[in-house]
């Protein structure tokens, strides 16, 4: 069996920036997960003592602590440094863009719409920086429940799909004086998506690697399994299965923005001791 891997696929740049951040600030602490992917956490633990404080009561006063690159609420950002501690932040550029954008339009007075996961940390940190009505969908239907002012404001979540984007778009359009647009989604998830798509059009079998909790490696898994089926979603290299490759000629092989190199080939590495 062949195994090839998409053309673009890992590590993106705020994930890489993240990672050494930590790396440069050992002893430190990240409040929550710095990144989507537990053994890369581990690694930052065991190898820079990076430890993980899962809330604000878990941050010590004067303790060094890094912001996840997801974000965190503006609120949280305050409190942080009241407690006197350096604070490090690994936010991505990416999604300090729509922060951004977020509390100009709101204080411009539109109300705000994000295309996105409300119980994401990357989404909750977005809200917080609205000061006025402030809304997360995931579909028409939800946005065709809303009462919203004539002018509108809309950004996405970095890791949705464009074509789900796109529905959002034309719904509010027509239905509105002025819709402000802006194009947060990330494109190393753009590349990402469109390499992952090529590839499963033409494997027998996908393997996406990344975090169960990841938001754009649930999208590539959701993406490959519409054109292979037998697309399978992992985190290490302990959860594949022979019988998943016996009988096939082409495995593709993907992964999610927080997914080191590391395993992503000991991922490989195992498949090819099946010697299918």
């Known amino acids: ?24 600030n050992p002893g430190s602490s990240t409040l929550g997960p710095l990144i989507h992917n537990n053994m890369e956490i581990e ?18 006063s004067g303790e060094a602590t890094v912001i996840r690159t997801h974000g965190i609420p503006k609120n949280d950002l305050k409190k942080l440094k009241e407690k006197g501690g350096k604070v490090i932040d690994a936010t991505c550029p990416f999604v300090t863009k729509p922060q951004q954008i977020v509390e100009q339009m709101s ?31 995931l579909s028409v239907d939800e946005l065709s429940r809303l009462s919203l002012k004539e002018r509108v404001a809309l950004v996405a979540q970095t890791t949705r799909k464009i074509e789900e984007y796109n529905k959002i778009i034309n719904y509010l359009v027509p239905r509105h004086k002025e819709v402000r647009v802006f194009n947060t989604i990330c494109n190393a998830t753009f590349e990402n998506q469109d390499a992952a798509r090529e590839l499963a059009k033409r494997a027998d079998v996908m393997v996406v690697i990344g975090g ?54 000991d991922v490989i590495g195992k498949i090819r001791e099946f010697k299918v």
Request: hydrophobic share 35%; glycine share 8%; net charge negative.
């Open 1 to 24: 069996m062949e195994i090839e891997v998409a053309n673009s696929y890992g590590f993106c740049f705020g994930v890489k920036r993240a990672i050494k951040i930590a790396e440069e």
């Open 107 to 137: 204080e411009e007075g539109y109300d705000i719409v994000i295309f996105g996961d409300v119980n994401h940390p990357e989404i909750k940190g977005v809200m917080s920086y609205a000061t006025g009505t402030v809304h997360a969908v």
């Open 212 to 265: 169960k909790q990841s938001s754009n490696t649930k999208q590539l898994h959701s993406i490959c399994k519409s054109f292979c089926e037998e697309s399978y979603h992992i985190e290490s290299k302990d959860e594949l299965k022979k019988e998943w490759f016996e009988g096939k000629s082409l495995c593709g092989i993907t992964a999610g923005a927080s997914t080191p190199e590391w395993i992503i080939e």
């Open 43 to 60: 690694r930052l633990k065991r190898d820079f003592n990076v430890s993980l404080a899962k809330s604000l009561d878990d941050v010590k």
